[in-house]
């Protein structure tokens, strides 16, 4: 994002920023931020407003630890606002709530984005070190091959009462049933619509 897509003079020199958490989704908090907080955010790598009451910029978590590791920033279509994407080091709330909408925040099935973007990546730029540019270089056979193995290796695990291996074993196979989804040219968006339709008929 270019600061020259920010429209500071619009608000005094001030612009919200609202701040997403990088792997839930969830919406952490919001503040302000002006020219200065924007390129302090960038250089430091945590997340850093400017303080209206303190009249000075503040970086998150620099009294409590509670800090945010910066991500990414996207102003939004008039160049009034920004969207701040960070990781959250501990509650971002001064009550100690997980986010300041008394949210809790504790689900990561948002990372399944960031690994559906890294598996497209490994097919469209493949390279000899990757293990899913292998899979996809053996072709969809092999691919549907690898989650009937992993499908079969799960029920295995679920037999006993070992977690670890369990865990292992349904991560193994949540991850090659992905890698077989964009072999197939599929989105895993389109098997949340069938979800939702037959949710729908109920």
Same mark, same amino acid.
């Given at each position: 994002?270019?600061? &020259?897509? $920010?429209?500071?003079?619009?608000?005094?020199? !001030?612009?919200?920023?609202?701040?997403?958490?990088?792997?839930?989704?969830?919406?952490?908090?919001?503040?302000?931020?002006?020219?200065?907080?924007?390129?302090?955010?960038?250089?430091?790598?945590?997340? /850093?407003?400017?303080? &209206?009451?303190?009249?000075? #910029?503040?970086?998150?978590?620099? /009294?409590?630890?509670?800090?945010?590791?910066?991500?990414?920033?996207?102003?939004?279509?008039?160049?009034?606002?920004? #969207?701040?994407?960070?990781?959250?080091?501990?509650?971002?709330?001064? /009550?100690?709530?997980?986010?300041?909408?008394?949210?809790?925040?504790?689900?990561? /099935?948002?990372? $399944?984005?960031? !690994?559906?973007?890294?598996?497209?990546?490994?097919?469209?730029?493949?390279?000899? %070190?990757?293990?899913?540019?292998?899979?996809?270089?053996?072709? $969809?056979?092999?691919?549907?091959? %690898?989650?009937?193995?992993?499908?079969?290796?799960?029920?295995?695990?679920?037999?006993?009462?070992?977690?670890?291996?369990?865990?292992?074993?349904?991560?193994? #196979?949540?991850?090659?049933?992905?890698?077989?989804?964009?072999?197939?040219?599929?989105? #895993?968006?389109?098997?949340?619509?069938?979800?939702?339709? &037959?949710?729908?008929?109920?």
């Amino acid at each position: 994002m270019s600061e &020259r897509s $920010i429209d500071f003079k619009k608000m005094d020199g !001030l612009v919200p920023a609202i701040v997403q958490d990088s792997i839930s989704g969830k919406v952490l908090m919001q503040g302000y931020m002006n020219e200065e907080a924007v390129a302090k955010t960038k250089e430091s790598g945590m997340v /850093t407003f400017f303080s &209206r009451s303190k009249n000075r #910029l503040w970086t998150k978590g620099e /009294t409590s630890g509670n800090f945010m590791e910066f991500v990414s920033m996207a102003s939004d279509c008039d160049g009034d606002a920004i #969207l701040v994407k960070a990781n959250p080091k501990g509650p971002v709330c001064h /009550t100690g709530a997980d986010t300041c909408f008394e949210e809790v925040n504790t689900s990561k /099935t948002g990372f $399944i984005d960031q !690994l559906r973007a890294i598996i497209k990546d490994r097919k469209n730029n493949p390279t000899d %070190k990757s293990y899913t540019a292998s899979l996809f270089a053996k072709g $969809i056979n092999k691919v549907a091959q %690898k989650v009937g193995e992993e499908a079969v290796e799960i029920v295995i695990e679920a037999k006993d009462d070992n977690k670890e291996l369990f865990m292992g074993e349904a991560a193994d #196979l949540l991850y090659h049933y992905l890698v077989l989804l964009e072999a197939k040219g599929y989105e #895993l968006d389109e098997v949340m619509d069938v979800l939702i339709d &037959r949710h729908k008929k109920k």
